[in-house]
């Protein structure tokens, strides 16, 4: 199973303010919905809440430290570790985890990821969550594509 980290990102790591993201970009927002769509998406219950509800047509995987969290719906689960989430992803057949934020979740999860695709937003932006640092001895950019108000890039994980 591929782990997949995606995410928005402008050029101080900047990713969130206030629980929202700081800048709205339609065409990356489409970006990540055909991208992330009927796969699997992991988030933090911070993430979840700014989100106001599940994602359509994925299944959310909610990582919480509340031991006592439920759903009814079959495409909400919440988990209390990263090995509870593999283990759903996998029984469920999925052959990709997206783990899609917030900012803890990704500098918990970034050395687990075997693929990073981000879209790198220019300027910077008021913050105050940030992504990690992207190291360039573990990480190999394999595509880089250009529009018009961002750069999508894809690195993967180098042998290192």
Do not use: C
Request: hydrophobic content about 40%; overall charge negative.
């Amino acid at each position: 199973m591929n782990i997949t980290i995606i995410a928005s990102i402008d050029n101080a790591n900047v990713i969130g303010l206030n629980n929202s993201i700081p800048w709205k970009i339609r065409e990356d927002i489409a970006h990540f919905k055909k991208t992330t769509i009927g796969h699997s998406v992991l988030m933090g219950r911070k993430t979840y809440d700014s989100i106001g509800g599940m994602l359509k047509d994925r299944l959310n995987i909610v990582l919480t430290r509340d031991t006592n969290k439920t759903s009814d719906d079959q495409n909400l689960l919440y988990v209390n570790s990263f090995d509870d989430a593999l283990d759903i992803v996998k029984a469920k057949y999925f052959s990709e985890l997206f783990i899609i934020g917030g900012g803890e979740v990704f500098k918990q999860f970034i050395d687990k990821a075997d693929k990073l695709i981000i879209s790198h937003i220019a300027g910077e932006h008021e913050g105050d969550v940030f992504f990690p640092a992207i190291d360039e001895n573990k990480w190999l950019s394999t595509e880089i594509i250009s529009k018009k108000d961002f750069v999508i890039t894809t690195y993967r994980r180098t042998s290192q």
